[in-house]
């Protein structure tokens, strides 16, 4: 780790993983180098190995902000509200996941490669903010259907969080997958993050409320 301040060692790392952002807006994790975050920071394009020593440990740590960013609109939402219906908090939460594209696409398409390519130390700080997700998300549970029990609960998060990883592929297609399918004959029906969402926690928690 370079000498300097604190402030200053997460101002770089935050920067690395913006200009990692940027990128994965417009290119996919393979097409992505080093080389090119680099080149989208202010400083030496070898200085990344001072706070990062691979591009998947970039990668984590986006996903970890994108988890962080997750658990504040949770937390928002269980202090805006003293009650909701099943189909009001489906649609509230379904609206806090249709902004975290990133998380979704990540979670989807790279997550083992991020993890099999990172730290030990790297992966146990993003295990700990995934670990809040899931205790933000089962807090609103708490708050919002108090007929659920811990067993409700648990089985709502395990339907729920395996859904996410499936979800992005669901709403996005390149037009070659279109082709593709085009060619094969299969109907591609245009669902989006929100409406997907929306629907399968509306129905998960439709006996609570």
């Known amino acids: 780790m370079p000498k300097g301040s604190a402030a200053l060692t997460k101002a770089r790392r935050e920067e690395i993983v913006q200009a990692c952002a940027?990128?994965?807006?417009?290119?996919?994790?393979?097409?992505?180098?080093?080389k090119e975050i680099g080149e989208q920071t202010t400083f030496t394009r070898t200085s990344i190995y001072n706070y990062f020593h691979t591009k998947e440990e970039i990668?984590?740590?986006?996903l970890q902000q994108e988890h962080e960013a997750w658990n504040q609109d949770l937390a928002a939402l269980?202090?805006?509200?003293?009650?909701?219906?099943?189909?009001?908090?489906?649609e509230a939460l379904a609206h806090t996941l249709e902004k975290r594209t990133c998380m979704?696409?990540?979670?989807?398409?790279?997550?083992?490669?991020?993890?099999?390519?990172?730290?030990?130390?790297?992966?146990?700080?993003?295990?700990?903010?995934?670990?809040?997700t899931l205790a933000a998300l089962q807090h609103c549970l708490e708050v919002f259907f108090p007929a659920m029990t811990g067993e409700d609960r648990q089985a709502f998060l395990?339907?729920?969080?395996?859904?996410?990883?499936?979800?992005?592929?669901?709403?996005?297609?390149?037009?070659?997958?279109?082709?593709?399918?085009?060619?094969?004959?299969?109907?591609?029906?245009r669902y989006s993050i929100y409406t997907i969402t929306k629907s399968l926690v509306a129905k998960l928690l439709q006996p609570f409320q």
């Open 22 to 34: 940027r990128l994965y807006e417009t290119r996919s994790f393979r097409e992505i180098t080093l």
């Open 59 to 62: 990668f984590l740590a986006l």
């Open 158 to 189: 395990y339907a729920f969080f395996p859904f996410l990883f499936g979800v992005y592929p669901y709403t996005t297609a390149t037009e070659k997958q279109k082709q593709a399918m085009d060619l094969a004959h299969i109907h591609y029906p």
């Open 104 to 132: 979704l696409k990540l979670m989807s398409m790279n997550l083992y490669d991020l993890e099999a390519n990172s730290r030990l130390e790297n992966l146990a700080a993003f295990k700990r903010e995934y670990a809040a």
């Open 78 to 90: 269980c202090q805006s509200h003293t009650t909701l219906t099943a189909e009001a908090f489906a």
